[in-house]
C-alpha cells in the first residue's frame, strides 16, 4: 500500500496539472456592467475603490469609449431627473423664494 501511495505521489510531481492561464478582460467586470446600467450612483460604497482600479484597468486596455459611455450615461441620466422638481425640499425652496421676492417687492412698493 505504501509502494501504490509512493507512486502516486511521485508521479504528480512529476507530472502535474496543466494550471489553465484565464485572462479576465477588466472591462467585463461586474461593476462596470452595474455602473452602465443603473449608473455610478448604484455602486454600493464598499465596492468604490474596486470600481475606480477596474475602471482604470478597462482604460489601460483600450476601453476607453467603453467608460466615456458609462460616464456619458450618468450624466445623462442626472440630467433628466435634474429637469423635474420631484421632492419637498425643492418644492419648499421655490415657494421660499417666491415669498421673498413678493415681500421684497412689497416693500419697495410701499415706500
Keep these: 500500500m505504501k509502494i501504490i501511495i509512493s507512486?502516486?505521489?511521485s508521479l504528480s510531481c512529476l507530472f502535474p496539472q496543466d494550471s489553465i492561464q484565464v485572462t479576465?478582460?477588466?472591462c467585463d467586470d461586474p461593476l462596470l456592467?452595474?455602473?452602465g446600467s443603473l449608473g455610478i450612483k448604484s455602486i454600493p460604497i464598499k465596492d468604490i475603490p474596486r470600481f475606480k482600479k477596474m475602471m482604470k484597468a478597462c482604460d489601460d486596455q483600450?476601453?476607453?469609449k467603453i467608460i466615456e459611455q458609462i460616464i456619458f450615461q450618468d450624466w445623462q441620466r442626472d440630467y433628466k431627473k435634474a429637469k423635474v422638481m420631484q421632492a419637498w425640499t425643492s418644492t419648499f425652496s421655490?415657494?421660499?423664494a417666491i415669498i421673498y421676492v413678493y415681500f421684497m417687492a412689497g416693500l419697495i412698493l410701499s415706500s
Design 24 to 26: 479576465l478582460n477588466p
Design 33 to 35: 456592467e452595474l455602473a
Design 94 to 96: 421655490i415657494c421660499v
Design 62 to 64: 483600450g476601453g476607453d
Design 7 to 9: 507512486i502516486f505521489i
